[in-house]
């Protein structure tokens, strides 16, 4: 770990900025293109909420499970986790079944509630007491920077820049093979964060009837 604290408050910031633009550009570079391709394999509106919807489904299921991982095994290692489970998600989308959407769908959802938590519980202990909201900013501006950037890339590359006439299954994979990309980075620049907690390993057991006990 690094020594000087100027120095690893900078390297933090860095990777987590980086990670987080490469995360949000790859997760929703996915999310912006599933409706198209859905519509144009002949889902009527109802079938495309039901497929997005499922996302928001599966996010529940993993919520309150998201902090207890955090907090016994860590901030860093949830996050790589979260974003190999979306890489495999967008792998996924390489051979676009039915069922495969739906799969992606829901290990995307699982994956967002362990990374997000882990994510911004990093990005406020590894900044000065008195400057997380300026950390926080420099960090929030990465992530908007992802989610207003990459869907309109994702749509024309799906939309026009393969050759005319190509199958929506055709086009979808430069899409899942840009996401399966982008989250492999995300994952990389995680792993150079610097943070002082240590994990409370199995000394932290999980019960949902002692999740808000004082310990």
């Given amino acids: 770990e690094a020594a000087d604290p100027a120095a690893a408050l900078t390297r933090n910031i860095v990777a987590l900025a980086s990670g987080g633009l490469l995360w949000t550009a790859g997760h929703f570079r996915v999310l912006a293109v599933l409706p198209l391709f859905l519509h144009d394999q002949g889902s009527d509106a109802a079938s495309i909420g039901f497929v997005l919807g499922a996302t928001g489904v ?28 979306l890489s495999i998600a967008s792998a996924l989308l390489l051979v676009p079944a039915g069922w495969v959407v739906l799969a992606n769908r829901m290990l995307t959802g699982v994956a967002f509630s362990i990374g997000t938590t882990a994510f911004y519980t990093l990005v406020v202990e590894v900044a000065p ?32 820049l393969l050759p005319e006439g190509a199958r929506p299954p055709e086009r979808l994979v430069a899409v899942a093979i840009g996401a399966v990309s982008l989250a492999l980075l995300s994952a ?14 199995r000394k932290h057991s999980f019960s949902l009837r002692t999740s808000f006990r004082r310990r």
């Fill in 58 to 85: 599966a996010q529940l299921g993993a919520r309150p499970f998201a902090g207890w991982v955090a907090d016994a095994f860590g901030r860093r290692m949830p996050l790589v986790l979260a974003l190999l489970l």
């Fill in 129 to 160: 007491v008195q400057r997380r909201s300026e950390v926080q900013g420099y960090v929030a501006v990465a992530l908007t920077l992802g989610i207003g950037i990459e869907p309109p890339i994702a749509v024309t590359l799906y939309q026009s």
């Fill in 188 to 201: 990389a620049c995680f792993c150079v964060t610097v943070s002082a907690f240590r994990p409370r390993e």
